[in-house]
């Protein structure tokens, strides 16, 4: 978790309670493209000698908060002020917990355990009982198998770094501290906690007199209790970090130097004897010796954490006495497994660090990184980015007007289990929401935005993907391939589209548009008599129309997986009687819908017996038009995901207009802001040309009001302004003629986005 620039609080609760203060996706039955990936460039084009842009600034004119935006509520309850470096988790249920914390003004820190309901937007002050831990900040509070928190490390007010782990039972509101064994980790605060196979890795954090940097990790086996030695790994401290695909991830916070970076680096566990087994009992942290040249000090003899005179630390009814560290003047030997790190300089979709308040946390594989508004920063040049941890690329999911509302300010963020949801909690900075107390300003943790990531195309950390077993460079030209379908949807995919007669056990015909017909006419005339009639639906196809091979499918599937097909079925349509269908739907489309239905992944096995094939972009975004008809949620959620992380200029119009079928307004402005940005790629592709009449004009309105063309002497000097900031050379001119004369529009732009200005260590 980032710890945010430190809020103003005079009070640990607020006053009294205040009261909080203030539909499905339609069917639709237009058609699906399926275009292939060719881009046309037109010779006139190719022989210009001008080149034309389109502005892609704000929106004017046109409102920016259509389709999804989170809610800002007003909770209720003894709501805890803003303090600093305490806990905030969500720990299932619909329940938030924070613990601990520090008062900025009065120099208080809590040991107190709140609770948030998100139901009923409630804070409540928890009883807690048993071995009730000291006060404490910089802590790190971690959910362990969904019952318990395990609370970590921090300071306590005598400016103490604690090495102690207590254990918060959610059921019954006790605390335990169970005996460890093995070398007790030095001591330290605002570090980075992350579970792993029954193991609590902890990463970094700042300790001793100086608050020098600490560049360790250490796991504690909760099998035994038993502390593993520690490793050199990174420095850093107010990071985050995550475990995926048997690696663990770090990012952000601040380096050695107290800078803010925007570094990823990993540690690779899997095959490791050090991670794979239990860590010995008694093991003393040898290593090499620090160099003379090292930054930082050598590690000294730890002691017990000084508790005050009386024995008993602050605020606590029990003695907190920890365990005798066994730390010695060595340096920790590097990490047994392998260390990589990227180094993020710049680029359009990289999130800077310097600016805003940030929040990291990770879903489904991918890192989130929410800017927030800060002191300097308005909710305007806020932002929600997302970081592929097995492509590398990073993409702006959001612009900060469309989903930071204006007039609060964000303390600490949280997310569920499953990596669908987030919740930003904070307070608002405008003066009539403004609480004033007996000191006059007051902050507290007053309202809670609840952010949904499936709105986004998030799958969720359990419906994931298995990660790659190699990391690759970033490449806009590789396209992600799900894991193939295990258990059952496996054995049934054996068995898609075989005839009867093969010993398939099919028994039912589904049949589609042909793509054997010239489908470039076909979808075209459809698509503008479909625009033009205004008709919702499906007259638009003539009597006549092709139809495709026969789809060798199982009745029982189709009406388990799909609702539509099992009413049909029990009303007892003609279908019932045949013992065939008609979608008209593209070939590719249905058949890719039907596989669907089979194995709950939208990449059908090649029929050939290629492993490496994927369904085609212009598929997916027919799939998710089918996913709107047949209201068939998870389908919906696989093909946002999936065009949403690999939209490019061959089907970026494509991927627009059926975003607009199915009522996806995010990934609708997605596409358009992406067509907007690489217009005169866009407008040379077979999907832009294949684009009905109406949908031509519509997209060409998702231009700022007050845009313009511009080519020639002016162009030129805007690029070379730009070439200029940057440090690129060359002359602008030529560069655009060559950029006009290349046929390879498609590889331009690949290299283009490849390039994210990132460097490998």
Known sequence: MAYPSTPAATSLFGGPAQQAAPTPAGLTS??????????????????????????????????????????VTRTLGQRPACLVNASVTYCGNNQIYAFGGFDQYTDEVYNHVLRLDLVSHQWNLVDNYGDIPGVRMGHTATLYRGDKLLVFGGENEHRTYLSDLIIFDLKTAHWTQPQVTGPIPKGRARHAAVLHEDKLFVVGGITGHDNYVLDDICYLDLKTFTWSRAWRFVGRFDHSAYIWGDRVWVYGGLSEDMDKVSDLWWLDLKGSPAFDSPPHLGSLDRGLARSATSPRPPYAVAQSPVVGTS?????S?????????????????????AVSALKFVGGPNVPSQMQGSHFHVYSSGTLLDFVTPAATTTSKDCSLSALDLGALRWQKLAEGRDIFKAGYRWHYCTMNEDGTKAWLLGCATEAPAIELG?????????????????????????????????????????????????????????????????????????????????EDELMGSALVHASDSGENNRTWLAPDAPTSPPIHVHRLILQARWPHFARLWSSQMAEFHTKKMHIPEPYSVVKAFLYYLYTDGIDPAADDGDDNTTADLADVAGLLVM????????????????????????????????????????????????????????????????????????????????GR?????????????????????????????????????????????????????
């Open 317 to 337: 009814r029990t003695a907190q006495v920890n365990p005798p560290s066994f730390h010695l003047k060595t340096y920790a030997p590097p990490a047994p497994g």
């Open 627 to 706: 996913s709107n008809i047949y209201n068939i949620p998870y389908l919906r959620l696989l093909c946002v995901n999936r065009l949403s992380k690999e939209l490019d200029v061959d089907h970026a119009c494509i991927t627009w207009y059926c975003a607009g079928l199915a009522s996806e307004e995010w990934l609708r402005r997605r596409a358009a802001s992406f067509c907007m940005t690489h217009w005169g790629r866009v407008v040379r592709t077979a999907g832009f040309q294949r684009l009905p009449r109406s949908a031509l004009v519509e997209l060409s309105q998702e231009i700022d009001m007050e």
């Open 311 to 315: 024995g008993y630390a602050a605020n």
């Open 438 to 518: 007996a000191n006059g300003f007051e902050e507290y943790l007053s309202d809670i935005m609840e952010i949904d990531l499936r709105r986004y195309g998030f799958l969720g950390n359990n419906l994931a993907a298995e990660p790659r077993t190699d990391m690759i460079r970033p490449s806009s030209r590789v396209r992600h391939r799900e894991q193939p379908s295990k258990g059952l949807g496996a054995d049934l995919a054996k068995l898609f589209n075989h005839p009867p007669e093969n010993g398939s056990g099919t028994d039912f015909i589904v049949t589609a548009l042909s793509g054997e017909e010239d």
């Open 30 to 71: 237009q058609p699906s493209f399926n275009s292939t990936a060719s881009t046309v460039t037109p010779a006139s084009g190719a022989s210009s000698n001008n080149t034309y842009i389109m502005p892609n600034s704000p929106l004017k004119g046109r409102t920016s908060m259509d389709g999804y935006r989170p809610k």
């Open 709 to 761: 063309v511009i080519g020639g002497d002016e162009f030129d000097m805007m690029i070379g302004g730009i070439d200029g900031r940057f440090g690129d050379g060359g002359s602008a001119t030529s560069r655009r003629k060559e950029s006009i004369d290349s046929d390879q529009t498609q590889m331009v732009e690949s290299d283009g986005e490849e390039d994210e200005g990132m460097e490998m260590t």
